[in-house]
């Protein structure tokens, strides 16, 4: 089966955020940050109700909860806008998935990634995400379902990943 594509920052952004839903930090940041924000809130409300509210140390509070909330918006986001500038100046992706595993190639690359390297894959609404079985899911792939001929062809590539991937 062959994809042919051009890469769009929306496809980069996509491919991070799902990989990072994947990997044991990314899923800590789904508890950790709403925590930081409450506890956060909880020592502002204190400061406030205090018979002497401390005006420097809400301030305080109050930067670090908008740190808390942005900065995780804002990793992927960073990622993305280093990353696709690279995929960008190759112009038209072809992938190629076989038996063997899949094989990219663009004007000045090609990249061959055999199916034991690349042992997992996620599904978003307009990707499939291939990643690697290492825990911190260093290494990813995508393959934009745009790419595919027709609404036959995603679910014959779903079928075809499921054969030889772990779903996640």
């Known amino acids: 089966m062959e994809l042919v594509y ?41 400061k406030l109700i205090s018979p002497e509210p401390d005006t420097r140390g809400i301030v305080l509070m109050v930067w670090l909860g908008l740190t808390a909330a942005v900065v995780p918006a804002l990793v992927p986001w960073l990622g993305a806008r280093q990353m696709f500038p690279m995929l960008e100046r190759q112009g038209e992706f072809r992938a190629r998935v076989d038996d063997e595993g899949v094989r990219f190639t663009s004007r000045d690359s090609e990249v061959v990634n055999r199916w034991q390297m690349l042992s997992r894959y996620v599904e978003t609404p307009t990707l499939f995400v291939l990643l690697t079985a290492d825990k911190g899911g260093v290494g990813f792939a995508a393959l934009p379902k745009r790419a595919l001929a027709g609404p036959g062809d995603v679910d014959r590539l779903r079928t075809f990943l499921d054969a030889r991937l772990t779903r996640i």
């Open 6 to 46: 051009t890469p769009t920052r929306a496809d980069v952004l996509e491919a991070i955020r799902a990989r990072r839903r994947t990997t044991p930090s990314g899923r800590r940041m789904r508890w950790l940050m709403p925590l930081t924000l409450g506890l956060v809130t909880l020592a502002i409300v204190l």
